[in-house]
Structures are given as structure tokens and as C-alpha cells.
């Protein structure tokens, strides 16, 4: 049998394709593989700021830095605050996004300049968006303490959100959601904008309501851009640092500690780079599990 032959030309794309990825795959392997493969192996050395200082070289210790995180009682409620602050923004986003992406999609007034006025949250920075809902909740003279006090008649009048354990996390999603939401919104409404209208039209014309219609025809439609925001929104809240670090520092009493939050104290605040290290490697694992389950339950594919 005769064995198929490359054409000149054939040969010459495939080694233009090579050389104009191989930049990326230079940058992806110095800057992301590299790093992780190192923060790994790190997570079984014992290493702190005085090894970087003196040039003395990390101690393997086997799994002594994940015993040690799991004995003092720190790890587990990182990890439980984590996947509860994950699962209420991505919720809330998702729920929200799709339901100003509907509105946006009626054919509302001057819809292009709510669009423009909607992703100014997603532009500011992180760190400015915390700064705005600092002084929103500010314990004295915060916005939201006086809405709070205006619409209980006065019975809460000394409620400071980040001050409470109980809900000092929901006060960073409500934060994050600002942030956040506008994104997800944009997303799917460019998913909402390629659902065919004559698919629509003829379920109207057979009987289907609105909410069979968003059901059975819209929300299966868009399979795989809501996979695509829910994935975004999952891995970005995963990793969610400067927002919590700035509104709250991991406080108060550790009632926002996150995974995030652990891996920066053990490793610039403890100065225990081996530690640090450890809780990345697991906040790592637990986030590609998270996505890998939520892609095997959510299935990409459209209607027919």
C-alpha cells in the first residue's frame, strides 16, 4: 500500500503553524507547568523564608506539611468556606446573569447603553471594587449599615456585616457578585442572541409558554456557553485572593479563610514556603475536581 505523501506546501504550513506556536507554548510551560510542577514538589520539602535568605536547600519531609495542616484544624474549614463561597457566587451569578441577559434580550430601551453602563464593575480592579465595598460596609457610617437600620425600623442598628462571623462571607459574595455578574451577563447573552428565532416562533405557534420555551428550547440551546461562564465563574472564585485579603484579611476569627487566604498566610506570614505550598497543591486538586465534575454533569451538547 501506498503510503500517503506531504505536498511542499503542506509540509511548509505545518512548520509555520509549529513556529508560531511555539511561543505560546514556551510562555505556558515557563509560567504556569513549570510553577505548579515546583509548587508540588515544594509541598513536601520543608521550606522557609531563611532557606531563600541563607541559600540553604529544602528538607524532603515526606507528607509532614499536610499532617501538619490537617492536626492544628485549619485546613478543613478552609476547604468547607471555599467550596461555600464558590457555590453561592457561582449560583447567584448564573441565576442573575441569565436573568438580566433575558431582559437585555427583549428588545428592551436603550439596550446598548445598559450594556456599556453594566460591565464598568468588571472593569474596575479587584482591589478598588474592594475598597468601594469596604466603605459600603463600613461599621459606622457604612451605606449599607444605614439601609439596613432605614428598612428594619431601627432593630438593627448596629449590624456591621463584616464584622460578623455569620455573614461576613456572604458581605465578600455580594462584592464578588458586583464584580463578577456583569461578565456572565454578556456571555450569555451572546448565547441567547444565536438561539434561532423560527425555533422559538414555532413553539409560541404550538402552544409552549415562556417558561417552557426557556426550559425545553433556550437553556438547552445554550449548553455549552453556560458550561463555558459556570467553568469561568468556578475557577475565578477558586482563586478569589485580593478581593477577601483587602475586605477582610481571612477575619474576622478566620470566618473568611479560604483556601486562598490559608496558602498566603502559611507562606508570607508564617514565612513556612512548604506549607504554603501544600495548600495550593490541594486547592489546585480540589478546583480541577470541581470543574471535572460539574463538565461530566453538565453535558455541552445542544439540541437538535
Not at 73 to 88: C, D, E, H, S, Y
Not at 180 to 194: D, F, K, M, V
Request: hydrophobic fraction near 55%; charged fraction near 10%; glycine fraction near 4%.
Amino acid at each position: 500500500m501506498k503510503k500517503p505523501t506531504i505536498s511542499k506546501r503542506q509540509a511548509g504550513d505545518v512548520l509555520f503553524w509549529s513556529v508560531m506556536i511555539l511561543p505560546v507554548i514556551l510562555l505556558v510551560a515557563t509560567f504556569i507547568v513549570v510553577p505548579i510542577i515546583s509548587s508540588v514538589a515544594m509541598s513536601f520539602t520543608e521550606y522557609k523564608i531563611k532557606n531563600i535568605l541563607t541559600g540553604a536547600p529544602a528538607v524532603w519531609n515526606n507528607f509532614e506539611n499536610y499532617i501538619h495542616l490537617l492536626n492544628d484544624n485549619r485546613m478543613l474549614p478552609a476547604i468547607g468556606r471555599t467550596f461555600l463561597f464558590v457555590f453561592i457566587v457561582v449560583l447567584a451569578q448564573y441565576v442573575f446573569g441569565m436573568i438580566l441577559a433575558l431582559i437585555l434580550n427583549s428588545n428592551v430601551k436603550c439596550a446598548r447603553f445598559i450594556r456599556s453602563v453594566m460591565m464598568m464593575p468588571w472593569v474596575v480592579p479587584t482591589v478598588i471594587s474592594a475598597l468601594v465595598w469596604l466603605w459600603i460596609f463600613q461599621s459606622q457610617y457604612g451605606l449599607f449599615k444605614y439601609l439596613v437600620k432605614v428598612f428594619s425600623f431601627g432593630m438593627l442598628s448596629d449590624f456591621a456585616i463584616l464584622n460578623d462571623t455569620r455573614f461576613a462571607l456572604l458581605g465578600i459574595a455580594l462584592a464578588a457578585l458586583w464584580k463578577q455578574i456583569p461578565l456572565s451577563t454578556l456571555l450569555l447573552l451572546a448565547g441567547l442572541q444565536n438561539v434561532p428565532d423560527d425555533m422559538l416562533e414555532a413553539a409560541k405557534i404550538d402552544g409552549a409558554g415562556y417558561f417552557t420555551r426557556l426550559f425545553k428550547i433556550i437553556i438547552p440551546y445554550m449548553r455549552s456557553v453556560i458550561s463555558v461562564v459556570v467553568t469561568m465563574a468556578i475557577i475565578q472564585n477558586f482563586k478569589q485572593f485580593p478581593l477577601i485579603w483587602t475586605m477582610t484579611g481571612g477575619g474576622p476569627s478566620n470566618a473568611t479563610t479560604t483556601l486562598a487566604i490559608l496558602s498566603y498566610r502559611e507562606a508570607f506570614v508564617s514565612q513556612n514556603m512548604g506549607t504554603g505550598a501544600a495548600v495550593t497543591t490541594v486547592w489546585m486538586l480540589l478546583m480541577i475536581l470541581v470543574v471535572a465534575v460539574f463538565k461530566k454533569l453538565m453535558p455541552s451538547q445542544e439540541i437538535d
